[in-house]
C-alpha cells in the first residue's frame, strides 16, 4: 500500500503523583435519563439542561493520575472547517509504541471511535446517527485502548462521524481532557521520571479507505499532477512526486524524552503582566509602549492606531486627526450582517465601482451614449423603494423571529428548572404547569410571527412578507428588463443586490498576557510555517493493516523512516521538560455600573430616560461619551461575572504585518533612491517582507523621522518577544450583562417527562430551531446598558492538559481612554449596547413626503438652495433645478412689520413665499420670513462663519462664486434614528418572570426609553457639510429653533437631538455645503455618514445663478453698456423694469467708444448664468 506519512507533534506530561486539572468542558454522566435495563430514572433530580454538566470557569475537579500521559495534535488541515461543509473526518486508529532505553517495546491501539457503554473513557452526548446502545443514556464512551496482541478485539459500535471538534465542542481535540481517550494514551508504568532515551512512536490511520481526506482529495482532480492536488487542497508535501499517487494518509509522530527537564508547570520565572484594550492590537500597542524607551503606551497607541487603520486613512486628504479618532473608535465594534438592499447599476459598471453610487454617476459615459437616451421610466424610483421598504421588513421580522425563538429557549430552560427543582426548593420556583402553559401561548405568538413573515423565495399565493418582497422584486425587475429591451446588449441596466448598513455590537473586553507563560502554542496552526508553506510528509510503500501482525509490521515501517530523519523536523520532538501550551483563558470580572438613574436604584427598576446624559456628554469634537465631571459615579455593588475562552497570539502577527506593509511602502522607496545615489542596490517589496533586516537597520538610523526608528524598534520587539504574548476577549461578557451565559447548550428534551411533557419538548424544539445558544442567569443584575468600572478579579490560563496558571492581576494596565485616574487598575467602560444595534441616516426624497431617496439620479434630496447675497444683504432662494425664485431680506415686509421682506426674483421669480413648490424649500423660508429682519441678519452672518469652517475636498468650482457672493447652501430632509437587530433584551430574573407570566409583555426595565445624544455635524472638521438644522414637530413642521452647529461647538452645549431604540425616528432639514458630508455621532455606535452624489448638485450649481442688483447705471438712451468680466461657460444677462413688466437683455454690449451725447439712468438686475451649450452639426 502506497501511503503519505503527514508529521504530527506528541506531547507528553508526566506526573509522579495525582494531580487535579481542569476538567472537560461537560461531564454528560450527571444528565438526567430512563435506564432501560432497571426502569429507573436516574440524576432524576437534575434538569436535561447544560448547566447540570458543564465545568465552571475555575473548577479543578479531574484527576490525572501518575505516569505518562500523551496528547497529540492534528494536522491543520483536519482542524479547519470551510464554511457550508462538514468538518472532516480524522484518523480513528493509533498504534502507540514505546521503546525503552534498554530496547524492550509494548504497544498498544487507541481506537478513537469506539462507542461503548461503560469504561474509562470520555464522555460522548449521541446524535441520531450515533448507534444509541441498550442503557437508554444520551451518551456513551467515546475511545478504547487495547494492548496490539489483542487488536482487534471485540466488535463495538462506531461513532458515525469522527471530527476534531467532537460532538461540536471547538476546544475537544486540543484539550487533553476533552478527548483523552480520542486523540491521548496514559501509560501507568512511568510513575518515575521516564529514562533519557525512552519514546513514544504514533502511527494514525483511518479505519475505512472512503473516511480518508487524502482519498477524498485526490479523487476531485482539479488540479494538474496528484503532489500540487495534495499541496494545494491539503497543505501537506512531499519529496517523492514519481509514480502513482498515494492511496492513504497515515500521521506519524515520535517522542524522546531527554536527560534532564524542567517539571513545573508553567516552566521559567513568572513574569506575567496583565493588560486591557478594547482590541488586541491596542493592547499590544499599549505593551509596546512601556517596552520600548522613549515612548509612551499613548503615542505608541496612537502611532500603531493610524497604521491599523491606514486602508481606511490613505484617502484622506482633509481630517486627519478625526478621522483616525472614528477609525479607532470604529474598531472598539464588530458589525453584524444586517440584511440586504437593492440598487439599479448600469450592466457595464466596473466591478470596482462604489455601489453606493447612483445609477447616473457610475459607468463610463463616453461609451454610453445608448444608455443616456434609454430614460430610466419615473415609477421605477418609487418601485425601487418600495422594494427596499419590503426587504427591510422582511429581514427585521427574520430578526424579530430569531429573538423569539431564543426567549422561547430561555424560557423553557426556566421550565425545566421549575419541572426538576433542586431539593426542597421546589416552593422557590413558579408552577411548572403555569410556565408550560406560558410557553405554548409564546409558540402559539411565534407561529403567527412565523405565518406573517413567510419564507423567502415563497411558494404559491400569499400575503406573507416574503409574498409582498418577491411581489416587489418582480416589479421592479419587469420594467428594469422592458428598459434592456430597447438599448444594445451590455448597455443596459441590472438589479443589484447589497449588504445592507451593518449592525455593531461592543467589542467585550480584550486582555493582553505577557511574559514567559503567555507563550503561544506551537502545537496548532503553524503547519503553513514550514518551507513553500505546506507541511513536508513522505510517500512510503507500507503493509495495509489488516490484523495485530500486518500492523506490527506496518509499524515497524513507520519506526525505520521515523529513525531516518534528521532533526529538526515537525514529526520528531524531545522531552526536555513539562509542556506547556496554553489554550484556555478562564477571567472573572467585577462590573460596576454607573449610579444616577439606573436601573438597579432603590427607588425602581427601570431606567430614568436621562441615564446617558445625567452621567455623561459627547463634547462637540469627539466621538466618546465622557463622565460629566463629579457625575458619572459607579456603584458601590458590583456584579461577578465569569467565563471560558480560547487563547490566541493573532495580534502580534496582525501588528508585525501593518508594521512592515508600512515600511515597504514610502520608507523603502526613500531608502532605495539614497541607495540608487550612492550605487547601491535598492531591495524589492518582497525582498523587504522576506528579508526585513536590512529595511530596519535603515529605518532605525533615520533620527530625522522619528516614527521609522520607534517602528522598527516595534518590529524588532515583537520579532523577539514573538513567544510571549497571548490575548483574547472576555468571551460571553456582554451576553452576561443581560443576564444571559453564551455557552453550548443542550437539545431540546424532557427525557423523564411523561408523554404530554415529552410532546410540550417537541414542539419547543422545533420551534426554537438553532437559536439554543444561551442559557439564561436569572441571578445576576440586568445591564443592557454598558457603562461603568471594571475590574478584574482573577485570570488563569490552562493548557491542553487542563493545569492552569493563575496570572497576578495587582499591576494590570490599560490604555489612557480607559484609565480610571483614581483607581489604578481598574477600567472605565464608556456607555455601549450589550446587543447589536445601529445608528442609520437616510436622507428623503425631496418631492415626496417621508420616503427616502431610492437611489436613482431622478430622487433627490435637494429641496432647494440658499444663497447668501451679502452685495444686495439678502438670501437668495433657488429651486432645486437653480432657477432663483425671489430674495429674503433682512428688512420689514410692509404688510407685516414683524416679517421679513420677501421680494421676488426678476422673470423667473414667485410673488409669494406660499407659492414655491417644494415643501421642503417652502417651510424653510416660512420658517425664516416668520423669524423676522433682525433674525434673518443675524442668520446671514451666522451662516457666513459656519461655511468659513467647511472647506470640503471636493467642493470644487462653485466655490469661486464666493468671489462675486456666498456659497451655495443645499436644503435637504433626512431622518436619523437607533435601531436594534431584533427585539430588546429582557429581565431573566426569577421574581420578574413571575411577573411576565401574568401579562402580555416582557420587563425591558425602560431600556427602550433611554435617550443617547446624536450630534449631527461636525463643526471644524473640513470637510463636514453641516451647517445647521430643524427638527420636524410630530405634525411635519419645522420646530421653531434652527440649530446652528458653528454656535452650538462654540457655547459647548450638549448636542439637541437626543434618541432612544424605542421611539420613531426623528426627521431634520438640514442646511449643507453641497460638497461635504453629513456626520452623525452618538458615542454609542460608530460615527454614520451621508454625503450628496454629484448628479443632486452638478447640473444645479452650474446653472445657479449670481445676481446683482445695479443701480444708477449711466448709459445711453438705446441701449446699455456696461464693462463686464469674462467668465469662462458663464454669460452676463441685465434685467431692467420697464412700463410693460421685466426686459431681458443677453450678453450686454460694452461700453461706447465715445461719451454717450443722450446719458439715462438705469437701475437693474445683472445675472451670471452657465451658457447654453453649443448647438451641434
Not at 442503557?135 to 496490539?148: K, N, S
Not at 426674483?905 to 429682519?933: F, K, M, T, W, Y
Amino acid at each position: 500500500m502506497r501511503v503519505l506519512a503527514v508529521p504530527v507533534r506528541i506531547d507528553a506530561l508526566w506526573l509522579a503523583a495525582e494531580r487535579n486539572v481542569t476538567g472537560p468542558v461537560a461531564d454528560f454522566s450527571r444528565l438526567p435519563y430512563l435506564d432501560l435495563r432497571s426502569g429507573r430514572d436516574v440524576n432524576q433530580d437534575q434538569p436535561f439542561l447544560s448547566d447540570a454538566v458543564l465545568c465552571a470557569a475555575f473548577e479543578q475537579e479531574f484527576t490525572l493520575p501518575p505516569g505518562v500521559h500523551l496528547h497529540w495534535s492534528l494536522p491543520d488541515t483536519l482542524t479547519r472547517l470551510t464554511h457550508g461543509d462538514e468538518p472532516p473526518r480524522v484518523p480513528d486508529r493509533w498504534l502507540v509504541t514505546r521503546t525503552d532505553r534498554d530496547g524492550g517495546r509494548a504497544r498498544w491501539v487507541v481506537e478513537s471511535d469506539a462507542l461503548r457503554d461503560e469504561g474509562d473513557a470520555v464522555g460522548y452526548p449521541l446524535t441520531p446517527d450515533d448507534p444509541p446502545g441498550t442503557t437508554g443514556r444520551p451518551y456513551r464512551r467515546l475511545g478504547r485502548t487495547l494492548p496490539l496482541a489483542d487488536w482487534p478485539g471485540t466488535d463495538v459500535d462506531r461513532v458515525a462521524r469522527l471530527t476534531a471538534l467532537g460532538y461540536g465542542e471547538p476546544s475537544f481535540a486540543a484539550s487533553y481532557p476533552n478527548s483523552y481517550s480520542v486523540f491521548g494514551f496514559f501509560d501507568p508504568d512511568h510513575r518515575e521520571r521516564p529514562p533519557a532515551g525512552t519514546r513514544y512512536d504514533l502511527l494514525g490511520f483511518y479505519s475505512r479507505g472512503d473516511f480518508d481526506e487524502l482519498a477524498r482529495a485526490l479523487a476531485v482532480g482539479e488540479v494538474d499532477g496528484w503532489a500540487d492536488q495534495i499541496a494545494d487542497r491539503l497543505g501537506w508535501s512531499t519529496t517523492r512526486v514519481d509514480g502513482a499517487a498515494p492511496e492513504r494518509m497515515v500521521c506519524v509522530g515520535r517522542l524522546i524524552f531527554d536527560e534532564e527537564g524542567v517539571t513545573t508547570v508553567p516552566p521559567g520565572v513568572d513574569d506575567s503582566g496583565v493588560r486591557i484594550a478594547d482590541t488586541a492590537a491596542e493592547a499590544l500597542a499599549g505593551h509596546l509602549g512601556d517596552a520600548l524607551p522613549g515612548v509612551t503606551a499613548e503615542s505608541m497607541d496612537r502611532l500603531l492606531a493610524a497604521l491599523v487603520s491606514a486602508d481606511e486613512l490613505e484617502a484622506a486628504a482633509l481630517d486627519l486627526p478625526i478621522r483616525l479618532a472614528e477609525a479607532r473608535h470604529t474598531g472598539a465594534f464588530t458589525p453584524v450582517a444586517a440584511g440586504l438592499r437593492w440598487t439599479v447599476r448600469p450592466a457595464d459598471a466596473p466591478a470596482q465601482t462604489d455601489a453606493g453610487m447612483l445609477v447616473a454617476a457610475a459607468g463610463d459615459r463616453a461609451a454610453a451614449p445608448a444608455r443616456e437616451r434609454a430614460d430610466l421610466p419615473t415609477e421605477l424610483g418609487d418601485l425601487l423603494v418600495a422594494l427596499n421598504a419590503a426587504q427591510t421588513a422582511y429581514d427585521r421580522a427574520g430578526a424579530d423571529v430569531d429573538g423569539a425563538r431564543r426567549r422561547l429557549f430561555a424560557d423553557w430552560h426556566r421550565y425545566l428548572v421549575c419541572a426538576y427543582p433542586p431539593p426542597g426548593e421546589s416552593h422557590d420556583y413558579p408552577d411548572p404547569d403555569l410556565v408550560a402553559q406560558y410557553l405554548r401561548q409564546e409558540m402559539t405568538d411565534l407561529d403567527a410571527l412565523l405565518a406573517e413573515t413567510g419564507e423567502f423565495p415563497p411558494d404559491g399565493t400569499g400575503d406573507t412578507l416574503a409574498h409582498r418582497l418577491l411581489t416587489a422584486l418582480r416589479a421592479v425587475e419587469q420594467v428594469v428588463d422592458s428598459v434592456n429591451a430597447a438599448v444594445p446588449d451590455g448597455l443596459g441596466y441590472r438589479l443589484q443586490q447589497l449588504p445592507d448598513d451593518p449592525y455593531f455590537v461592543p467589542n467585550e473586553p480584550v486582555v493582553l498576557l505577557t511574559g514567559a507563560s503567555a507563550t503561544p502554542s506551537d502545537r496548532y496552526g503553524r503547519d503553513d510555517e514550514h518551507p513553500g508553506g505546506v507541511l513536508p510528509g513522505a510517500v512510503l510503500e507500507v503493509p495495509a493493516p489488516s490484523d495485530a501482525e500486518t500492523l506490527a509490521q506496518l509499524g515497524d515501517r513507520i519506526d525505520a523512516y521515523l529513525s531516518s530523519l534528521d532533526e529538526p523536523h515537525p514529526a520528531l520532538r524531545r522531552w526536555t521538560g513539562q509542556p506547556w501550551h496554553p489554550v484556555l483563558l478562564h477571567w472573572e470580572v467585577e462590573f460596576f455600573p454607573t449610579r444616577t438613574g439606573t436601573n438597579l436604584g432603590p427607588d425602581g427598576r427601570d431606567y430614568d430616560p436621562g441615564f446617558v446624559e445625567a452621567s455623561y456628554r459627547l463634547p462637540h469634537d469627539g466621538v466618546e461619551l465622557t463622565p460629566r465631571p463629579g457625575r458619572a459615579v459607579a456603584d458601590a455593588v458590583a456584579t461577578s461575572y465569569t467565563g471560558v475562552t480560547v487563547l490566541s497570539s493573532a495580534a502580534r502577527t496582525v501588528l508585525s504585518t501593518r508594521i512592515l506593509r508600512y515600511l515597504t511602502g514610502a520608507p523603502l522607496l526613500r531608502r532605495n533612491d539614497e541607495h540608487r545615489v550612492a550605487g547601491a542596490e535598492p531591495i524589492t517589496p518582497e525582498q523587504a517582507r522576506q528579508e526585513p533586516e536590512r529595511l530596519l537597520r535603515w529605518c532605525a538610523d533615520q533620527s530625522d523621522e522619528p516614527r521609522l526608528p520607534l517602528l522598527a524598534a516595534a518590529y524588532a520587539h515583537l520579532a523577539e518577544h514573538e513567544s510571549s504574548n497571548l490575548a483574547q476577549s472576555l468571551g460571553g461578557f456582554n451576553d452576561a450583562l443581560v443576564m444571559h451565559r453564551l455557552t453550548r447548550q443542550l437539545p431540546v428534551a424532557d427525557p423523564l417527562g411523561f408523554p404530554g411533557d415529552q410532546q410540550l419538548a417537541a414542539e419547543v424544539r422545533d420551534r426554537v430551531a438553532d437559536q439554543n445558544r444561551q442559557a439564561p442567569v436569572p441571578l445576576a443584575d440586568f445591564n443592557p446598558i454598558r457603562a461603568g468600572l471594571l475590574r478584574v478579579a482573577r485570570i488563569r490560563m490552562v493548557d491542553n492538559f487542563g493545569i492552569g496558571h493563575d496570572v497576578p492581576v495587582d499591576r494590570l494596565a490599560t490604555t489612557d481612554r480607559l484609565r480610571v485616574s483614581a483607581r489604578p487598575g481598574w477600567v472605565e467602560l464608556p456607555p455601549r449596547l450589550a446587543q447589536p444595534a445601529r445608528l442609520r441616516l437616510r436622507l428623503l426624497d425631496a418631492d415626496r413626503t417621508d420616503q427616502p431617496c431610492s437611489g436613482l439620479v431622478e430622487s433627490t434630496p435637494v429641496c432647494g438652495w440658499l444663497l447668501p447675497d451679502f452685495l444686495d444683504d439678502g438670501l437668495r432662494v433657488h429651486a432645486e433645478t437653480g432657477e432663483w425664485l425671489g430674495t429674503l431680506h433682512p428688512t420689514s415686509d410692509v404688510d407685516r412689520p414683524e416679517w421679513a421682506l420677501w421680494r421676488a426674483a426678476p422673470l423667473s421669480g414667485v410673488p409669494a413665499v406660499e407659492q414655491i413648490d417644494n415643501p421642503g424649500l417652502r417651510a424653510v423660508v416660512s420658517r425664516l420670513r416668520a423669524h423676522g429682519p433682525g433674525r434673518v441678519g443675524d442668520f446671514l452672518g451666522g451662516l457666513d462663519d459656519a461655511l468659513d469652517a467647511v472647506e470640503p475636498a471636493e467642493a470644487g468650482a462653485h466655490l469661486l462664486r464666493a468671489r462675486l457672493t456666498g456659497r451655495p447652501v443645499a436644503v435637504v430632509r433626512l431622518t436619523v434614528g437607533l435601531e436594534l437587530l431584533g427585539p430588546p433584551p429582557i429581565h431573566q430574573d426569577w421574581n420578574v418572570f413571575r411577573e411576565d407570566l401574568g401579562r402580555a409583555g416582557r420587563e425591558t426595565n425602560g431600556f427602550p426609553l433611554v435617550r443617547f445624544p446624536v450630534r449631527i455635524g461636525e463643526h471644524g472638521r473640513l470637510g463636514d457639510g453641516v451647517l445647521g438644522f430643524w427638527r420636524h414637530q410630530p405634525d411635519g413642521a419645522l420646530d421653531p429653533d434652527y440649530h446652528d452647529v458653528a454656535a452650538m461647538a462654540a457655547a459647548g452645549v450638549d448636542p439637541p437631538l437626543r434618541l432612544a431604540f424605542g421611539l420613531p425616528d426623528e426627521t431634520l432639514t438640514v442646511l449643507l455645503e453641497p460638497a461635504g458630508a453629513i456626520h452623525a455621532t452618538t458615542g454609542i455606535l460608530p460615527t454614520v455618514s451621508v454625503r450628496l452624489d454629484t448628479a443632486h448638485h452638478h447640473d444645479a450649481l452650474a446653472r445657479l445663478e449670481t445676481g446683482f442688483l445695479v443701480a444708477p447705471v449711466l448709459t445711453g438712451a438705446d441701449e446699455v453698456g456696461l464693462a463686464l468680466a469674462a467668465e469662462p461657460g458663464r454669460s452676463w444677462t441685465w434685467r431692467e423694469r420697464d412700463a410693460t413688466g421685466w426686459t431681458e437683455t443677453d450678453d450686454p454690449p460694452g461700453p461706447q467708444a465715445g461719451f454717450p451725447t443722450d446719458l439715462t439712468a438705469r437701475e437693474g438686475w445683472l445675472a451670471l448664468r452657465s451658457s447654453p451649450p453649443a448647438p451641434t452639426r
